[in-house]
């Protein structure tokens, strides 16, 4: 019994060390005549990454007081005007009193100096991985597609699209809010924005029950600039490349007490060139010989596109503290592009069957014109009901995402000569085809935060919310039925009208013990799914899918600032509405098909790492994850035989659930800063990709080991000139029958600053070794094909930037403005 009554006691001493929390005080004074200094501002930041902690003023005695403040080792700094800055390191480990602390006077005024805390680039915050890019000078001359590159685990390819660890499925979201851009919009928006109206990149590989995110790969959060102090700014400036690329932009910042103005319009001009070449083999069931597959058709080709794009994009913001407990925050964007392109497409087909060969030579030419852009807004509504964190927070968002492709398409086909054995000049037959299409859609979301702290270890989060996600668009195809005259093609004119209507609801509870955080959760999701596509066939469809999402997060920081954390989500995410159809919708060689068997996606997904940042060196972060999934959607390319339009075999996309799918992986995220004016950065993601599933009543699996690396170099010499180099490498990946081959290039640039920063020029080496391509394979049993997609990515781009006002507002001068209430909709 005394052995139970002593091990009782020794666990409660040891539980309230961990929970202890301590008070800093000390007094303020002139250190010439004695004086006491009132309110001065005082601060805690720890020692490793610079993160606030605590803050006071002085009162009219000169003293100042900070409670609550955990164990560990901190810089008290202490600015005043007219005072030389004071910094010292404290160890707090009991109640603390400082005594007088004597202030040198000096001839420095704060309203002429901006006192700003270097962050680390790299930094966690529970379950968040952030990249401060306003941290980050040898990215600030790029574009919001640069800075995801450097983000841990992101990846962006040459064509914008974005996957977090290998994972495609990743959602994009904008200021805590999901972004609601459609594929087109997405890539147009991260391709304008620059990289300098950017605050923080979050990644976030393991979402807790607080958020709403639809999908297994994740979610990459893009925090633009926080709010700022009294004043305000004006910059703008002009990028180009030899590509060529015109991007010229201007912006304007207003702040006081109260209310935070911002205004963002920039412009781009851009011509791409892609140049692509592969081959297909297609297959069926031998009619003769069971078991063997026969030749169907054999394809190779070759193509060249040119496109002109030019756009807009802009961004207004207003924030407004109604009193020091109520806040309201509005804001406003929009980015229209249009777009003209031509290209040609040289195929050589041969149809295989029992009457033999049919060989095929035609050439495609194909002119077009495009629109793609949006509108979307939103107003937040924050009440704090103290200053401890209890708060509510309503929200509403609403987008409009309109715009079309037009394209003229001609195919002229040439003769086969039998006793040549090749094609000749001669054209003998020419078919023509005019595609419109169109898109319009108007979604919109509200959503309630509420955060109830219990006392200085507990609080409680819950949350409610109503989406509604459109997915419309109309086809319509016109054939030339001969001379110029065109006649509607009703096989493949047809119009999709597709939504989700879901309804979310969460609660977290998270409870502190020291420097150790257990924060589970749980999300109930209810969706109604529609697809209604009408054409040749009517085919309306809906389901509805019910799910619950449990999380746990578990985070632990020793004294000495190594930062463990652990978590486990499942996820759950429904099948695209577009997918759930019957309808088949013909191309102009191939079909695609929807899946109305298929399931959602459920993801157990663990997440396991430590980071350890060090005070001469840099940091040093190591990660492990595993993610196991069943019925993850993938889309396979098969071959059937159409008696509808083609009456021959001809290729077809389908989407099916994977019975079983993982990915171990191993992070490393290394950063060497021995200077200020000196960093190395280095990232390694390595992985094991596997799937098993039944294809065509057959089990098919595969393994795969993956890896990533990145490395990053800046430097500043003189004090003028600054320095970056980036290299990357992307080994081969997989997915249910296809493989994407590496991909690697390396970029250089200098940057220097003039008049005192009031004018910066930077010039850029984009893919020096011009190696940036995009390969594929596709390797089913009916269908194995390659593609090559080589774009103008070899560029030299150069910049001017001018800038005009306080230069502590640079960095909400750009997109943003608004309060930042911690990234992810103010939820801890």
Known sequence: MKKTIAFIAFILLNVNMLMAQFTVQGTLADSLNNEKLMFVNVGLLRTADTVFVSGAASDENGHFIMNYVPQGQYILQITAIGYENYKKVIDVDADLNLGTIKMNQGSMKLDEIVITEKKPLFANEGEKTLYNVSEDPSIQTGTASDALQNAPGVEVDVEGNITLRGVSSVEIWINGKPSHLNEENLKTYIQQMPANSIKTIEVITNP????????????????????????????????????????????????????????????????????????????????????????????????????????????????????????????????????????WQKYYRNEYSLNGIQHNYYYTKSDGDSRWGGLNGGIDYLHKFNDKGHNIMFSVFTGWWNGYNNSDNRRDYYYWDPAAQAFTDSIIQFTGYKQNYKYNDFGYSAQVDYNLPLGEQWEIGLGVSYDHSPDTYDMVYDTLAGGDSFVKDNLRTHNRVSWANEFDAYMTVQYKIGNFVIKPGMRMEFSDVHCNIDGYMIDHQSKQYLNWRPSLHLSYRTKSMHNFKLSYSRRVSNPDARYLTNFVEYEQESLDLGNMNLDPVYTNSFDGGWTKYFEKFGSVGLSAYYRDSKGSINSVTENIYDDVLFHRWVRATRPYNVDDSYDLGFEANVMYRPSGFFNVRFYANVYDSYYSTQFNGAKVESDMWSYSLRVNLWAKLWNKLEVHASGYYRSATQSLYAERKPSYAINCGLRADFFDKKMSVFVNANDIFNWNTWDNNTYNPYYISYSSYKYNSRSISVGVLFRFGKMELEQAAREGGAEDTGGMGGGK
């Open 208 to 343: 807790s029950a607080r958020y709403a995110s639809k999908s297994d790969g994740g979610i990459i959060n893009i925090v633009t600039t926080g709010k700022v102090q009294k004043n305000q700014f004006v910059s703008f400036g002009l990028n180009a490349s030899t590509r060529p690329d015109v991007s010229p932009w201007v912006s304007y910042v207003y702040a006081n007490d109260k209310l935070t103005f911002n205004f963002y319009l920039n412009g781009r001009y851009s011509n791409n060139i892609n140049n692509s070449n592969g081959y297909s083999y297609s297959f069926k069931d031998s009619d003769i010989n069971p078991g063997v597959l026969d030749t169907t058709t054999t394809t190779r080709f070759d193509g060249h596109t040119k496109s002109n794009s030019y756009g807009f994009g802009s961004y207004i913001s207003l924030d407004y503290d109604i009193d020091t407990m109520n806040n309201v925050s509005l804001w406003f964007g929009g980015w229209p592009s249009w777009n003209s392109n031509d290209s």
